[in-house]
């Protein structure tokens, strides 16, 4: 991506998470495209005349998709990830099926922390942490 090119999508609407790795950013945004599809839009800090990292650092990279994320990798002395008390809820964001595969391709790598199961309420979901410290709540009614 060319320095100065535009990189906020337009149009959007809700809460999108923007998380800091510590290096792995790529690799991150990489896996999530993978188990949810969409594009990759990523700008490295050589794009953006940054020297305080490597060039091939994401220094702001978004995943467009059917799930949206934004991540980059936290500069010297900037915060890295790290999540407690906090999960990415998906509850009834795709159809049953899409939704129990995003569940395993998170798990690959990662942990089931709750099985995505059927639940007394008549609905079902699960949780599980990926191999990047996320924590997914994932599930669909019926």
Known sequence: ???????????????????????????????????????????????????????????????????????????????????RGILFSLLGTAESTTLEQWFAALAEGGEVLDALALRPWGDHDGQVRDRFGVTWLIGYQG
């Open 1 to 83: 991506m060319p320095v100065g090119a535009a990189t906020y999508p337009r149009g959007m609407t809700g809460l999108t998470p923007y998380l800091s790795f510590d290096g792995t950013a790529r690799e991150a945004l990489e896996f999530y495209r993978g188990v949810f599809g969409g594009e990759l839009v990523l700008a490295t800090y050589g794009d953006f005349a940054r020297d305080d990292g490597a060039v091939d650092l994401i220094a702001h990279g978004m995943l467009q998709g059917p799930v949206e994320l934004f991540a980059s990798d936290a500069g010297p002395g900037e915060p890295t990830l790290e999540l």
